[in-house]
């Protein structure tokens, strides 16, 4: 149950565009639907962003985007704002029936 | 609204054992799979160990398989974890939380968190 492999940190402007990717193996992310994301604020607990891939729960905003390519999974986050610098988390369903996250990647709007 | 309320976290000697436990409310809660995800202070999130709705299935990641166990009941709208053998590597926040959809396996995905509670294992 090797970590999903994350970039430890991605940064972008205001308005700009970010993605983050999450890499696993045909073992998880490659082999299954259910791949999610997280946002984690400082001393807040994870919020759902992105369930089955590239879904989103209802309230989050459409500036989040994911999908999927292989075995690596992706999530963009589109018109950079303030309020999105935060720690981002992929999570993935396992052949061992288990889950697995991501490392983990701080975003830093500049 | 959906609250998750975490306790039972405190500071345990290594090979000691503790309960946490998660009282849940705003939801009907035999519909739905639960978790508990931990996070050391400052590190990324670890998924610890899943049950499903009926508690009849239950996944544990390789870490604490054999030394922790994941319970539920349904009359008390509560979760458990059972942690024995405890290792000082263990010392994280411990989180409940529950699946985002109803569903007869175990929970995979999740919208609505506690707000975790610290376990410390140190000697």
């Known amino acids: 149950q090797s970590a999903l492999t994350q970039p430890a940190s991605v940064s972008g402007s205001p308005g700009q565009s970010v993605t983050i990717s999450c890499t696993g193996t045909?073992?998880?992310?490659?082999?299954?639907?259910?791949v999610s994301w997280y946002q984690q604020h400082p001393d807040k607990v994870p919020k759902l962003l992105i369930y089955?891939?590239?879904n989103r729960p209802s309230g989050i905003s459409d500036r989040f985007s994911a999908s999927k390519s292989g075995n690596t999974a992706s999530l963009i986050i589109s018109g950079l704002q303030a309020e999105d610098e935060a720690d981002y988390y992929c999570?993935?369903?396992?052949?061992?029936?288990?889950?697995?996250f991501g490392g983990g990647t701080k975003v830093t709007v500049l | 609204e959906v609250q998750l309320e975490e306790s039972g976290g405190r500071v345990v000697r290594p090979g000691g054992s503790l309960r946490v436990s998660c009282t849940a409310s705003?939801?009907?809660?035999?519909?739905?799979?639960l978790t508990w995800v931990r996070q050391v202070p400052g590190k990324g999130l670890q998924w610890v160990a899943g049950i499903n709705w009926s508690g009849h299935s239950r996944i544990y990641a390789d870490s604490v398989k054999g030394r922790f166990t994941i319970s539920r009941d349904n009359a008390k709208n509560s979760l458990f974890l059972e942690m024995n053998s405890l290792r000082v590597e263990d010392t994280a926040f411990y989180y409940c939380?529950?699946?985002?959809?109803?569903?007869?396996?175990?929970?995979?995905?999740?919208?609505?968190w506690g707000q975790g509670t610290l376990v410390t294992v140190s000697s």
């Open positions: 089955d891939v590239n």
């Open positions: 705003g939801f009907k809660f035999d519909d739905y799979g």
């Open positions: 045909s073992s998880d992310v490659g082999g299954y639907k259910y």
């Open positions: 999570c993935s369903y396992t052949s061992d029936s288990t889950l697995v």
């Open positions: 939380a529950k699946d985002y959809v109803v569903s007869n396996g175990a929970p995979l995905q999740f919208d609505s």
